[in-house]
């Protein structure tokens, strides 16, 4: 006869209690009031940007398929996002590049609508950048994971991965199932949609391979009361340079925080009034609106012969000032600003300048000033944002661009530019803007106008 032990009641009851508290702890409940971007059926709310490639929902996913002859593809939120703190999870073919997109953009003025802005990287590969920030079609790489060896061994091969992406203020901060892998400090885009990318191959990749996403769900309000503090020392883009920049030989023109490598256009030192370093920002001082009245111009100590120049500058309301170029600053020792060829930097809409010159237009933001206008559909930012001008001088012929697009180019010491300078305020000035090599100036107009991210590549004759 077989004899069934039996346990107290109250030992039974504690047991089972023990139980239930285990099984509830390892199942947290997530509070967090997420709002879905995919409902797990349609692609309602999502609309696709770039290439062609195949995407649909299976089974409460998001599956996106390669095809041949293609540019990268983008299944885009109909929504713009600044704000936010969004998770995902997603599962990879081995042989794939993919990404998240966010805040970014695709606007016919550049690139012809091109998607560019941050993406949160998907690399299935031995380099292992899973959720790294790279800048899609603009700057590269911003937060690479190469001193983060954590971060890339969470990525599990075959299987799924899961992100959390947090983008608040100028901070973007990602882990990859829950390692933290990347922290950026970079103010370059505020806002704009999310999208899911597929990677264009080769014809030497395999079309069909997948990636499929599932899980999407964001958060846009009270950020600071859920966003994770991350143990990761931020990396910030403000006067230094990216990763591809560096391979390129860029070189900082500006450190962002002393006067180095600059001084007075009449002067042997930097003015000791009229300019302010703060913050990273270098800020001509408001005046009066009178050209170099106050500390005057600034110049490169160095001379430049072909380059390429980036500079990022944001004015105020009515502001006027100027990049030039091929500046010789022993011209004019009179009154008023020093020679050379200028990018226009001015309020369009608030400063008389705009509608003067002797060429129409050529006072507008972003001209060859008083020679040539900008393309008039230029895309500028608003009064108190940040803008990127982008100069480049190879061989003679030069080009400006204003926030990645090309507004307008021209040979320099050609008989249409020699005829152009024959018709303006520079007529005076014998081979005005032909010099072999000159400074880089920054123009004090009296206004009130900033300057950070000053960048210069020298380039070879043999280029």
């Not at 900082?252 to 256009?265: H, I, K, Q, S, V």
């Not at 020792?333 to 309020?347: A, C, H, N, R, V």
């Not at 559909?377 to 982008?390: C, E, L, R, S, V």
């Amino acid at each position: 006869m077989k004899v069934r032990s039996k346990l107290p009641s109250t030992l039974f009851s504690a047991i089972l209690l023990a139980s239930l508290l285990i099984g509830c702890a390892g199942t947290e409940k997530d509070n967090t009031p997420w709002v879905n971007l995919f409902d797990g059926k349609t692609l309602n709310g999502w609309n696709q940007k770039g290439g062609n490639a195949k995407y649909e929902v299976v089974d409460g996913t998001i599956v996106g398929t390669t095809v041949h002859n293609t540019p990268n593809s983008f299944m885009t939120t109909d929504k713009m996002y600044g704000d936010f703190i969004l998770e995902l999870d997603y599962k990879v073919d081995p042989s794939m590049n993919s990404g998240i997109q966010i805040r970014s953009n695709s606007l016919p003025s550049y690139r012809n609508g091109r998607v560019h802005g941050y993406q949160i990287e998907i690399d299935p590969s031995e380099r292992a950048w899973s959720a790294g920030v790279y800048d899609e079609a603009r700057r590269g790489w911003l937060n690479p994971l190469g001193d983060n060896p954590q971060a890339q061994k969470a990525f599990k091969q075959n299987d799924w991965n899961h992100y959390r992406i947090e983008a608040i203020g100028d901070t973007i901060k990602t882990w990859i199932n829950d390692v933290p892998a990347s922290y950026l400090i970079d103010d370059k885009t505020a806002s704009g949609f999310i999208a899911l990318q597929v990677h264009g191959i080769g014809k030497d990749k395999t079309e069909g391979t997948q990636i499929v996403w599932k899980n999407v769900k964001i958060l846009t309000d009270n950020l600071e009361t859920y966003s994770r503090k991350s143990p990761l020392t931020p990396i910030t883009t403000k006067n230094k340079l990216t990763v591809g920049e560096e391979k390129d030989n860029w070189k900082l023109l500006w450190d962002g925080e002393t006067t180095n490598g600059w001084r007075g256009a009449r002067l042997d030192g930097f003015p000791e009034t009229g300019w302010e370093i703060k913050d990273g920002v270098l800020t001509v001082l408001p005046s009066g609106g009178e050209e170099s009245a106050a500390g005057g111009d600034i110049v490169t100590t160095d001379l430049y012969s072909d380059f390429e120049l980036k500079v990022d500058f944001k004015l105020t309301e009515g502001a006027n000032s100027g990049i030039k170029y091929y500046v010789n600053t022993d011209l004019n020792k009179g009154p008023g600003s020093s020679i050379g060829l200028e990018y226009q930097i001015l309020d369009d809409a608030r400063h008389p300048d705009a509608k003067l010159g002797n060429h129409d237009g050529s006072r507008t933001v972003a001209s060859l000033y008083d020679l040539i206008q900008a393309d008039p559909n230029k895309p500028i930012n608003p009064i108190g944002d940040w803008n990127t001008a982008h100069i480049k001088s190879i061989n003679n012929h030069v080009e400006h661009w204003l926030n990645g697009t090309k507004v307008l180019e021209y040979e320099r010491k050609s008989d249409d530019y020699r005829k152009l300078v024959s018709e303006s305020k520079y007529a005076k000035w014998p081979n005005f803007g032909e010099g072999d090599q000159g400074h880089i100036l920054l123009q004090d107009h009296g206004d009130l106008v900033s300057y950070k991210n000053i960048k210069i590549k020298s380039i070879n004759k043999s280029e």
